[in-house]
């Protein structure tokens, strides 16, 4: 798909079809994560991949915002891998890092027919312990993955965008 189209059409799927996406499908999404930039080439991002029967039971009891999609993604930031920036305390790309990994993987995925939602509507501490993830991981977003519903459509908000004098600043 052209890119430029692929951006503008893209939404937050929050209604799926029952049917699993293919591992050909969910291996072109993994890849597209894998490749994007992060810190130094650092990747601190840990993908977990939920589509067992049992484990998306559990991540629907956690989130009612798991949209009932055949698949979910929890997207973690290692915080002992990220890069540290040397010159000022307390700056990261951990947070950046990840978030381009899941831009990444949700526009590789709308790329081949598949949808996807950015979720927060969640416990962190509460997954963490469900899954057993590790105490240096930290969950920064579920992603449903699965394909839309027939009926399923972009949320009103979709194509609305502030003017671009409100957002960007020339300097």
């Not at 799927?13 to 993994?30: A, F, M, S």
Request: proline fraction near 6%.
């Amino acid at each position: 798909m052209e890119f430029d189209k692929l951006i503008r059409e893209r939404y937050s799927v929050r209604k799926y079809k029952p049917d699993r996406i293919t591992e050909d499908e969910l291996n072109t999404i993994l890849k597209a994560g894998m490749v994007a930039p992060t810190g130094c080439n650092y990747q601190p991002q840990r993908v977990y991949v939920l589509k067992s029967d049992d484990a998306i039971a559990k991540i629907r009891t956690l989130s009612r915002s798991a949209f009932n999609a055949p698949v979910v993604l929890i997207v973690t930031l290692d915080e002992n891998a990220d890069w540290k920036n040397p010159y000022e305390e307390g700056y990261r790309a951990g947070i950046q890092d990840v978030s381009i990994v899941a831009d990444h993987m949700m526009l590789a995925a709308w790329n081949i027919g598949v949808g996807s939602c950015w979720v927060n509507a969640f416990r962190p501490s509460d997954v963490k312990a469900a899954f057993d993830i590790p105490d240096n991981e930290a969950p920064v977003l579920l992603m449903p993955l699965g394909y839309p519903a027939d009926d399923c459509k972009p949320a009103h908000l979709h194509k609305e965008s502030k003017a671009m004098d409100e957002v960007v600043r020339v300097i």
